[in-house]
């Protein structure tokens, strides 16, 4: 067992989606190469980990999130060859890569599966959830989390399978220890062959009630009980917590359903990954129209897990990924002010913080207008599940779009060349209009841009001890726009003040902080601290106290 490496605790990750990243070979596809090309850019944003979300092989029904052979990279991205030269290069960079583990399900396309249709005795059979069931009737209510029942019947051996997200990714049958030693071996083949660690996709749900279990509120909060974080995942967990322990790895858990007094045994010392992301804080209010993050919900949510993890555990902080529309538009008001005041408050909490591909240079929300522009299923399910309800197609669209996940899925904008210097090519996703202005080569020619703002807090943390290892405390708590958190480490404090709203706040600190002085990160105007001031639209100030 190597001792485990406490480097993630200083480290900033940057998430790529790698079919949106940066295509080399005109196919309208980003590849492995393209981000071997962006290497020196990520250097220079001064990022420690890439997670890749997944190259594998895969129809691409779920974004890669399918696969359908655990071993090979999709041609679409390259080979594995140029995946062995990313992680080579990116060392060289001193950039560590973790790529996505995706173990709750595969691809219906993957030969286990195929092979575990074939008949009830087939030695795959047993790698699923199969049960008797019949077109009428199928074992139980449970729902999937892309809407309709989590089961898809078989007509040939009448039973039908178990699905928690697409029937196209069928959930692999964890109880089944033939299964999980394949597992094992390809997460140690993975290891071996050089990678950093892992980011566990959807890996709370590995574990199911039996199938009698009853939903308390089948349309409620939580139809997805049955699969979250169930007892009995602690031995799997376990299991490929002594593998990652043997490799030192680096691991951040998607872990839905582990609650935030439960993330410390997931996560301290002795837990199962180094950190965690908590998936709450997408703390919306169903009777918002525009589908807009609601600030202070969002706020409670956060405070609570950072005095969770205060103790013990560790976090992982985000605003934005492949599965949200883009931050800058949800929480913020689309203005690059909305940008910079998300991005102070979050990269200065304690935590690993990701920058999601994009977010960095203020990528917004796409302005479909028709269906057929987006990819991912859950929308088209939403978009037809709208219509059928009655609903235009403008008004499916509308609500359809601003939800999509595709929002952020679009391309990184390079530049103000066609097609946003992504590709030479047709992209698959088309660009977002705002390239022209939004793209990397204008945002890291303005000193006061949102990229320099990035790369001055990755800088900030990897300087300040207090950042990573001080204690974290929210002032003001009730406070709905606003957000104030002092960092403290022995006599070094940081306080962090930010207006998360578009109009001016007043703040009335409950607590005097003397001795502060003003950290530039490249406002306009520099302001001293008072115990009452009032903020201006999506203003944020961070003061400084002691060597
Ligand atoms: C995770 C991924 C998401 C995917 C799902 C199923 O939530 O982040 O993109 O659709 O798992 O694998």
Redo the contacts with the bound molecule.
Sequence with gaps: MKARDEKFKSSVGYQIYPKSFKDTDGNGVGDINGIIEKLPYLNDLGIDFIWLNPVYQSPQV??G?DISDFYAIDEMFGSLDDLKKLIEKAHEYDIKLIMDL?V??TSDKHPWFVESKKSKDNPYHDYYHWVDASPEKMPNNWQSFFGGSAWTYDENLEQAYFHC?AKE?PDLNWKNPKMREDIYKMIRWWLDLGIDGFRL??ISHIQKENWDFEIKSPHGNDPWEPFMNVSGIEEYMSDIKAIFDEYGALTVG?ASGVQSHQAPDWTDENGYINMIFELEHNWKKSDDPNNKIYIKGYKDIIMRWQKDMLERGWNALYIEN??NPRSIDTFGDGTLDSAKALAVHYMLLRGTPFIYQGQEIGIGNFPFTDINQIDVPDSHNYYNKLIEEGDTPEEAIKKAGLTSRDNSRTPMQWSDEKEAGFTDGKPWLAVNPSYLEINAQAMLADPNSLTNLYKKLINLRHENEVIVNGDVKFFNKGDKNTIVYRRKLDDKKILVIANLSPEKQKLALEKNFKGYEELDLGQEIQREFTKKMILDPWEYRVYIKGN
Excluded: I, K
Aim: overall charge negative; charged content about 30%; glycine content about 8%.
């Design positions: 779920d974004g999130y995706v709750n399900h997200f990714q996709d959807a998607e492949h599965d």
